[in-house]
């Protein structure tokens, strides 16, 4: 029997999406298992993604609470994952990203002495309360792993700044890009249409920084841009978060132009991005898959751990202010140079080879297997 039992935790919608193809890519070696336990720290939206990639936990923690408190979601986290991990006792653990799940996991890990592989290592906005409470997440775990799989280069610098040991830093690419190409084929057989002559912009909110006041203008933002063209449509799935749901709904629910849906299935959500004009997020995933197909997105936050699409210039932070909202998505929807500017399909996220070298460098470390030097070349000079 294969020993070498790597746990692969997932929590939300957007780590299952990361870390599905890296639970491919487990199991297709010949030396590494993979134990996939869900936190279910997100429920449905979880099960969403898990059986679009065909992926059956082998542990449920079934975690989620309607409107959970981070505390008591961390408390629970830890006590369960525990329980697992000394049942499992893996060789190593991957965590990917930054939500309360992989700081939970991530300290279970070094409580059971199982190195943690950390999955998209690195990012910062060096604002602890921006976002919050990710970049404290990122920051525990990023003292906690023992692998550090870095998308970027800019993001191994900041691991290298922050004295992280350099043999521990691995410039890896973004998996997401790996589960873009794998999921984008099945995505063409699900196209949405969108009638000629209209504009679709497609919107997604989420982040806790944004509850409240900012989400108020984002939303009055989207009223004025439809006030002012006539031939814009707005597709907006929405995130259950109570904290959202409830004002997106209040304020744009009944506007014959928006449609308000559930979270769309990862599918239907790569043909929504597809059909998009421009893609208006604060989303982590989105910032990263928008440019890929080249769309262009407009940053519903003030800062970003992710400037390198920015400098690629395909996306723009644009905060929460409306007018700032307002004048740039305008911008796009009138002037053709613009667009075509910022819809280049520049992607300096990945080459959809991350998962591969992930699990080559863990048979390397955890097998002795000899590693090919020659597959991490080709990607570290693509973030310049
Ligand atoms: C979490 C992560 C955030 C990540 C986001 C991805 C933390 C602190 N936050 O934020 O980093 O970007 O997921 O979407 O880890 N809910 C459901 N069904 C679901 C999922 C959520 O009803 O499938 C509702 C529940 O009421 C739940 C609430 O949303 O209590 C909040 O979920 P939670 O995971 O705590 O926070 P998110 O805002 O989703
Ligand atoms: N996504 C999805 N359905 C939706 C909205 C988003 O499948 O209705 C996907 C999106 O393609 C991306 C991921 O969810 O891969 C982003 O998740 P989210 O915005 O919730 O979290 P973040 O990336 O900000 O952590």
């Not at 079934?62 to 525990?82: E, G, H, V, W, Y």
């Not at 009055?220 to 409830?246: C, K, M, Q, W, Y």
């Not at 007018?323 to 667009?339: C, E, F, G, N």
């Not at 070298?357 to 020659?374: P, S, Y």
């Amino acid at each position: 029997m294969n020993v070498n039992r790597v746990a692969v935790v997932v929590g939300t919608r957007p780590e299952a999406i990361k870390m599905a193809p890296l639970v491919h890519a487990l199991r297709h070696s010949s030396h590494l298992e993979p134990v996939v336990i869900a936190t279910a720290q997100h429920r449905e939206m979880l099960d969403q993604v898990l059986e679009i990639f065909d992926i059956k936990s082998d542990y449920d923690l079934d975690l989620m609470r309607p409107n959970q408190s981070l505390a008591s979601l961390t408390s629970r986290l830890i006590t369960s994952l525990d329980e697992v991990v000394r049942e499992i006792a893996p060789r190593a653990m991957l965590v990917q990203g930054d939500t309360t799940s992989v700081l939970a996991a991530s300290l279970v890990s070094f409580y059971n002495n199982v190195p943690v592989g950390h999955v998209e290592a690195g990012l910062r906005t060096n604002d602890m309360r921006n976002p919050f409470p990710e970049e404290m997440n990122r920051v525990v775990t990023g003292r906690l792993a023992r692998w550090h799989f870095a998308p970027t280069l800019s993001a191994a610098q900041n691991l290298l700044k922050e004295h992280v040991p350099a043999d521990t830093v691995f410039v890896t690419g973004n998996t997401v890009i790996d589960a873009l190409f794998e999921a984008r084929e099945h995505a063409a057989k699900v196209p949405r249409q969108v009638a000629a002559g209209r504009k679709l912009m497609l919107v997604t909110t989420h982040r806790r920084e944004n509850f409240g006041e900012p989400l108020k203008r984002v939303c009055g933002a989207i009223l004025e841009l439809l006030e002012r063209d006539e031939t814009l449509d707005v597709l907006f799935p929405v995130h259950p978060n109570p904290n959202v749901s409830a004002i997106v709904r209040e304020m744009l629910g009944g506007h014959p132009r928006v449609e308000l849906c559930a979270p769309l299935d990862y599918l239907s959500f790569i043909a929504a991005m597809e059909a998009a004009h421009i893609v208006l997020s604060d989303s982590g995933g989105v910032q990263e898959e928008a440019p890929a197909l080249g769309k262009p997105v407009l940053v519903l936050r003030d800062e970003t751990e992710r400037p390198e699409a920015v400098s690629f210039g395909v996306a723009a932070l644009v905060g929460t202010e409306a007018s700032s909202i307002v004048s740039k998505a305008q911008r796009l929807l009138t002037d053709p140079a613009a667009y075509s500017e910022m819809a280049r399909g520049a992607s300096p996220y990945g080459d959809g080879l991350a998962s591969r070298r992930i699990v080559a460098l863990l048979e390397h470390t955890l097998c002795g297997v000899e590693l090919n030097v020659e597959e991490f070349s080709g990607f570290a000079s693509n973030d310049q």
